[in-house]
């Protein structure tokens, strides 16, 4: 089945330690997405890649990068990870971010949550 | 994209149809009204969308009021695996962004 892969599901780091998430689709979608949900906290849009085209959200922090080396993959980088950054950080893709009228249906990945020591 | 409002919990029974009101008195005629759900400890999925009809897929039916302020998502025969956030959201056409509110926890019961 075509789908979003997150990996690892779960992932400790140390305070100040650079850690690195990983999303793959198998789905040859255009577009991927990163959101950090809080715990009991809806998700939030940190940025995005349209092709190879990155798109930050304005209130997205500097220690927040990625990288999208191809289609399939794209990964978030925490260059400096403090304990308020312990979330879950969900992966999303859409074939497109607009179709004329129509906005693009995403699709998620199961997540990675992150905990920070 | 236009504000929702959504009742923070239900309840409902094993078997019975579930169904969860949103409030989008702002919405524009060319914004979407979405639903995703999120299980615990899982990244949200996609329900179901619509623009003024009311829609039907495998999963649930989406019905939108005629002057589009309100929508209710109906799951038919909810089961113990539908316990989820519920999160209804307004897209305008060619918005790639997801702007999830705090959403309906729904608890089925059996």
């Known amino acids: 089945d075509a789908m979003v892969i997150q990996n690892p599901r779960y992932q400790v780091t140390q305070f100040g330690k650079p850690v690195t998430l990983s999303c793959s689709q198998t789905?040859?979608?255009?577009?991927m997405y990163w959101y950090q949900q809080k715990s009991s906290q809806a998700p939030k849009l940190l940025f995005h890649y349209y092709d190879k085209d990155f798109n930050n959200e304005a209130d997205t922090p500097d220690n927040f990068q990625s990288r999208r080396p191809n289609t399939s993959f794209c990964f978030l980088d925490i260059r400096s990870p403090g304990l308020g950054d312990a979330a879950m950080y969900l992966c999303a893709t859409s074939r497109d971010r607009s179709l004329g009228q129509h906005t693009d249906t995403q699709y998620f990945g199961p997540g990675t949550r992150l905990t920070v020591l | 994209d236009a504000k929702t409002t959504q009742p923070p919990s239900m309840d409902c029974a094993e078997g019975r149809a579930a169904n969860l009101p949103c409030n989008h008195s702002t919405i524009s005629g060319n914004e979407y009204v979405y639903w995703y759900r999120q299980i615990h400890s899982q990244g949200p999925q996609y329900i179901i969308h619509?623009?003024?009809n009311n829609e039907t897929n495998e999963m649930a039916s989406l019905i939108i009021t005629e002057d589009r302020k309100s929508s209710t998502l109906i799951l038919p025969h909810a089961t113990l695996r539908d316990t989820a956030v519920y999160y209804c959201i307004v897209r305008v056409p060619k918005g790639y962004k997801l702007s999830f509110g705090a959403g309906t926890t729904v608890t089925v019961r059996a």
């Open positions: 789905l040859n979608h255009n577009v």
């Open positions: 619509g623009l003024k």
